[in-house]
């Protein structure tokens, strides 16, 4: 049962930050990444008030890493076959 409670906070992590790290807007990144930023803050105080400060601490590492990965495979991906919010179907 400790164990269970720091994975569980893991899991919710990953699974927040690999969503939050999808998000693209180009019309209001600044808006997109406050109303991310603040989603992810409120989303470790519930950890926080549920189960303390080692859990919350090891969903915000498992957010950043999640939401820092898929960000770099997104880039890796518009490298190699250009981007689908800059592109618009202009290729010929």
């Known amino acids: 049962m400790e164990l269970l409670v720091p994975l569980g906070s893991a899991g919710l992590g990953l ?13 209001h ?13 409120a989303s ?12 919350m601490l090891i969903f915000l590492v498992a957010v950043g890493v999640a939401a ?5 495979w997104h880039r890796r991906l518009d490298e190699r076959f ?10 010929q």
């Open 15 to 27: 699974v927040w930050g690999w969503l939050a790290g999808g998000f693209r807007t180009p019309a």
């Open 29 to 41: 990144p600044l808006r997109t990444g406050l109303v991310l930023a603040t989603a992810t803050l």
């Open 44 to 55: 470790g105080l519930v950890v926080f008030w549920l189960s303390q400060i080692v859990p």
């Open 68 to 72: 820092v990965s898929r960000h770099l």
């Open 82 to 91: 250009g981007s689908p919010i800059t592109d618009k179907g202009d290729s």
